[in-house]
T-cell receptor, first 116, second 112 residues
Framework: GAGVSQTPSNKVTEKGKYVELRCDPISGHTALYWYRQSLGQGPEFLIYFQGTGAADDSGLPNDRFFAVRPEGSVSTLKIQRTERGDSAVYLC??????????????FGPGTRLTVL | AQSVTQLGSHVSVSEGALVLLRCNYSSSVPPYLFWYVQYPNQGLQLLLKYTSAATLVKGINGFEAEFKKSETSFHLTKPSAHMSDAAEYFCAVSSPAGKSTFGDGTTLTVKP
């Protein structure tokens, strides 16, 4: 796999349901980021992993949102009791080290989440 | 704290004309600045980045940007627009840990 992949590409769910969004980063990349992009806006930071640990989760909007990266590669973003306002494109990015501001972040194509 | 403001949510130019997309930033530390392009239904692709090595940064597809500290700006330019440049463009500023703050984007339309 040459790039960051995300599954599913589209997810439609009903209000109140639980969803999981998956991100496969570029092999060997230590840092992994989740962003949320609402219609007409730029990506908004959610959480950043350095290896297996969440180094910065200050962007998670509330306790319905949770993310894990148990083996330091694949990450799953979990949303409980989904609300219509959660509808957005969820972007994942990875970078080689995450310890340098000049690291290039490589973005996946995103998962479009629609909550009915 | 850091923030980015992109002036103009929509920019329209004729093919062959100069492209100028504006970005102003705010950062409490020396900034690292990025421009990304996003084509419909695709992920963000890095165009160029400023890392304090040189104030004029050249990127892919003929784009370049100039860092002006006195104006807190990092405007993106291209001398001659091509139809394939039509896309959405995002300016971003990065924190030391790589967490990025993005502007709201500018949609570039190129008219034949």
């Amino acid at each position: 796999g040459a790039g960051v992949s995300q599954t599913p590409s589209n997810k439609v769910t009903e209000k109140g349901k639980y969803v999981e969004l998956r991100c496969d980063p570029i092999s060997g990349h230590t840092a992994l980021y989740w962003y949320r992009q609402s219609l007409g806006q730029g990506p908004e930071f959610l959480i950043y992993f350095q290896g297996t640990g969440a180094a910065d989760d200050s962007g998670l909007p509330n306790d319905r949102f949770f993310a894990v990266r148990p083996e330091g590669s694949v990450s799953t973003l979990k949303i409980q009791r989904t609300e219509r306002g959660d509808s957005a494109v969820y972007l994942c990015a990875s970078s080689p080290t995450g310890t340098s501001s000049t690291d290039t972040q490589y973005f996946g194509p995103g998962t479009r989440l629609t909550v009915l | 704290a850091q923030s980015v403001t992109q002036l103009g949510s929509h920019v329209s130019v004729s093919e062959g004309a100069l492209v100028l997309l504006r970005c102003n930033y705010s950062s409490s530390v020396p900034p690292y600045l990025f421009w990304y392009v996003q084509y419909p239904n695709q992920g963000l692709q890095l165009l160029l980045k400023y890392t304090s090595a040189a104030t004029l940064v050249k990127g892919i597809n003929g784009f370049e940007a100039e860092f002006k500290k006195s104006e807190t700006s990092f405007h993106l330019t291209k001398p001659s627009a091509h139809m394939s440049d039509a896309a959405e463009y995002f300016c971003a500023v990065s924190s030391p840990a790589g967490k990025s703050t993005f502007g709201d984007g500018t949609t570039l339309t190129v008219k034949p």
